[in-house]
């Protein structure tokens, strides 16, 4: 499991820049991560919003909540992008930036041609207020520099790389053929409905719906053209909520859709950040920006009766396929080191944090209940329900210390609450503190005769050590629990 340091170099070094091509970076606007030159697709940013997201030029999004596999093989259910497509002409490319900006939540890429001049501008985000929907947004622009002369020459631009869409493929979800709806215009959209292959635990599925409307499409640019197209992509736990989220995002003017999801993006920094002056550290400012950006877009705006917010995995939400980027489980690094910066600057969101773990309680008493244990024990690794996910044994057994450390993120949130009682009351947190309380009873071996107790065979969060007696990090974080 990663360490702290790797964590913070996952939030805020991978933003858009790697090592590779940070000279490229010209910036001077901190939140502003601009380039000349992409790096490797392990390196591209994300755009997010704690419901979906996904690597810009990614094959994939991820839906919070939506995993797929029996116990440790669980990870995040792929679907299939949409907006993941690359825009190709026959005119010579003069130059061309990339941009995340990270206080609109935007990815935007801008190409400048000669022969015959024109622009291709693509920007992509993950709607910040409407959260079901991701948006791809296409410019063509062929209007000659002022004392140029164009020709009268067509060019053609081309869209490569989208998906056949008449029935979506994916490794984790099975889809059925896409059919087509009506708006309310009577205008079409297309919607394909599908469910993961293999449940968590034994029980139903999760189920996934994307509707989609899109006037993305290979173009003739003839001279003083201005062509813009667009694809808005909604994705929900069902049709219903999926065409719900369309609907909403396709009956606003563009220029309204982005300028609604840009406010609510504006709203979080404005309410809480840690301001740097760019003029005296410009790199920590930055730093700034892109780890409250990484963190917030995993994170929804309120809790979702629909699809309750399960935690934020260190990669964020929009890694975690099989096998990779931790396949999107929750470790103690939420609780730990990713929330107290979100508890301090953004409350109502820690709150959903906490809500992670108190929705997953019941999880937590099994877990225990499964390794001899009484109370709750928290998984090392947790997916959708809260069972222990860890495809590695040792952790799963007996890197316990998780427990603690969700006690300790319930033991701050109290701190910063005024109306104590009433947080208590309406997160169970309570049954929460007797439940962890009585695990460590139940795992501690106590001498009476010599009035000491111990908690044997453990592994603190030095991974390299493991089945240890009284960690002293274990047995603190426990101390504190029981406090």
């Not at 301001?275 to 990484?294: C, E, H, K, M, R």
């Not at 949130?413 to 007797?434: G, N, P, S």
């Not at 962890?436 to 050590?465: K, L, N």
């Amino acid at each position: 499991m990663m360490n702290p340091r790797g964590l913070l170099g996952l939030l805020a070094g991978s933003l858009l820049v790697s090592p590779s091509v940070q000279l490229e970076h010209w910036s001077q606007i901190p939140y502003k991560f601009e380039t000349t030159t992409l790096p490797a697709q392990k390196y591209m940013p994300e755009v997010g919003n704690g419901h979906i997201a996904t690597m810009v030029n990614g094959a994939n999004v991820f839906m919070n909540g939506l995993y797929n596999g029996v116990g440790p093989a669980s990870s995040r259910a792929r679907i299939p992008s949409l907006v993941a497509f690359q825009v190709r002409t026959t005119a010579v490319l003069v130059n061309e930036t990339f941009t995340l900006d990270v206080r609109r939540g935007t990815f935007k890429e801008v190409r400048t041609y000669s022969q015959p001049h024109l622009v291709i501008e693509r920007e992509i985000y993950a709607h910040r207020e409407i959260d079901r929907v991701l948006v791809a947004h296409v410019t063509i622009s062929r209007k000659a520099p002022s004392g140029q002369v164009d020709t009268d020459t067509p060019v053609e631009v081309w869209i490569d790389g989208l998906p056949d869409t008449s029935l979506l493929l994916s490794t984790d979800v099975t889809f059925q053929p896409t059919t087509i709806g009506y708006l309310l215009n009577y205008d079409t959209y297309s919607i394909a409905t599908g469910q993961t292959n293999l449940p968590e635990v034994p029980g139903p599925v999760s189920t996934v719906a994307v509707a989609w409307k899109s006037t993305i499409q290979n173009v003739t640019v003839n001279r003083g053209d201005v062509i813009t197209m667009s694809s808005i992509i909604s994705i929900g736990v069902d049709s219903k909520d999926a065409i719900m989220g369309l609907f909403t995002a396709v009956e606003m003017p563009y220029d309204a859709l982005l300028q609604l999801h840009s406010d609510k993006w504006e709203s979080y920094f404005n309410t809480g950040f840690i301001y740097v002056d760019p003029q005296q550290n410009f790199q920590l400012a930055q730093t700034i920006y892109g780890s409250f950006y990484y963190l917030l877009s995993s994170i929804p705006n309120k809790q979702d009766p629909k699809n309750r917010f399960i935690g934020l995995s260190p990669g964020g939400l929009a890694r975690g396929p099989s096998n990779t980027d931790y396949s999107g489980h929750v470790f103690w690094d939420q609780d730990t080191w990713m929330y107290p910066a979100i508890l301090n600057f953004h409350p109502e969101q820690a709150r959903l944090l906490i809500e992670s773990r108190t929705g997953t309680l019941a999880a937590a008493k099994a877990n225990a209940q499964k390794d001899g244990y009484q109370g709750a024990k928290f998984a090392w690794e947790s997916a959708f329900t809260g069972i222990e996910t860890s495809p590695w044994p040792p952790s799963g057994l007996y890197e316990i210390h998780i427990t603690g450390d969700v006690a300790l993120a319930v033991r701050q949130f109290l701190y910063v609450t005024d109306d104590k009682l009433r947080v208590i009351r309406e997160l169970k947190l309570d049954e929460m503190a007797i439940e962890i309380a009585t695990f460590w009873q139940s795992r501690a071996e106590c001498d009476d005769a010599a009035g000491v107790c111990g908690i044997f065979d453990v592994m603190g969060p030095d991974e390299y050590h493991s089945r240890i007696n009284n960690s002293v990090y274990t047995n603190y974080a426990a101390k504190l629990s029981l406090e």
